[in-house]
C-alpha cells in the first residue's frame, strides 16, 4: 500500500515541477506536453484515492516483494531501453529515435507474453506499428502542428 502512495505522490510532485518548467515554451509548442503532464498529475492522484479506498474497504492485496525476475524484467531492461533511446534522440533525432523504441518495446513484450523469442511473422509486425506509429506522429507533430522536434546530431 505504501509503494502506491509513494508512487502516487511522486507522480504529484513530479507533474507539478514538470509544469513549471514550461513556461519559457511558446504556447503553441507547450500544449502538449501540458496537457501529458497534468495527465500524469491526475494518474499520480487517482493512484493514491484508488489505495485509499481500496484500504478503507478492505479488498487491498497485500504487496509482493521485489524478486530478481522482477528487477531485471521490469525496471533495469525497460530503463535501459529508455537510456538507450535518449542517447539515440541525441545522435539521430526524435523519429528514428521513436521508431527504435517503439521495435524493441514491441518486440520485448512479445518476448516476455509469450516466453518465447519472436518469430519473422512478430519481427515484421513490429516493423510496420513502429513505422505507423513514427508516421503518425510525424503527420501530427511536424506537418499539422508545425512543432519543432529534437534533431540528432547526424539527422
Given at each position: 500500500m505504501i509503494t502506491n502512495i509513494l508512487l502516487g505522490v511522486a507522480g504529484v510532485v513530479f507533474s507539478m515541477i514538470a509544469y513549471t518548467q514550461l513556461e519559457s515554451l511558446p504556447a503553441q509548442s507547450a500544449m502538449f506536453p501540458r496537457m501529458t503532464i497534468i495527465?500524469?498529475?491526475a494518474a499520480g492522484l487517482l493512484l493514491i484515492i484508488d489505495t485509499l479506498w481500496k484500504y478503507r474497504?478492505?479488498?487491498f492485496?497485500?504487496?509482493t516483494t521485489l524478486t530478481k525476475e522482477t528487477l531485471i524484467f521490469q525496471i533495469l531492461i525497460p530503463a535501459a531501453m529508455l537510456f538507450v533511446t535518449y542517447f539515440m534522440l541525441r545522435a539521430v533525432g526524435f523519429y528514428i529515435s521513436s521508431?527504435?523504441?517503439v521495435v524493441v518495446v514491441f518486440?520485448?513484450?512479445t518476448y516476455r507474453a509469450g516466453g518465447v523469442y519472436p518469430r519473422r511473422r512478430q519481427i515484421v509486425k513490429s516493423l510496420g506499428v513502429g513505422g505507423l506509429i513514427t508516421g503518425t506522429m510525424y503527420v501530427i507533430f511536424t506537418l499539422l502542428l508545425r512543432l519543432p522536434v529534437p534533431n540528432g546530431?547526424?539527422?
Open positions: 495527465g500524469m498529475g474497504k478492505g479488498s492485496k497485500s504487496e521508431f527504435f523504441l518486440l520485448y513484450q546530431s547526424l539527422f
